[in-house]
């Protein structure tokens, strides 16, 4: 069985989520949470900060997230 890499990360992320800021739909919480893991990757490999990535580029990925 192959496992990603991730998982256990996003498991302990999902729930601290949860615990902050009520529930989530786990679904949706994933999309997000990749799409995030993705966008502090690709500022890596360009050399920037990965603390660089703001709310708004998370928005620009997923407009659908409000906050």
Same mark, same amino acid.
């Given at each position: ?5 991730? =998982?256990?990360?996003? $498991? !302990? ?9 009520? #529930?989530?739909?786990?679904? %949706? ?5 990749? =799409?995030?893991?993705? $966008? !502090? ?9 990965? #603390?660089?990535?703001?709310? %708004? ?11």
């Amino acid at each position: 069985m192959k496992v990603d890499r991730l =998982a256990p990360q996003l $498991l !302990i992320d999902y729930d601290l989520f949860c615990r902050q800021h009520g #529930f989530c739909p786990f679904e %949706d919480y994933v999309a997000h949470w990749y =799409a995030a893991t993705a $966008l !502090i990757e690709a500022a890596e490999e360009e050399g920037r900060d990965p #603390f660089s990535v703001t709310p %708004d580029d998370l928005r620009a990925v997923l407009p659908e997230v409000v906050n």
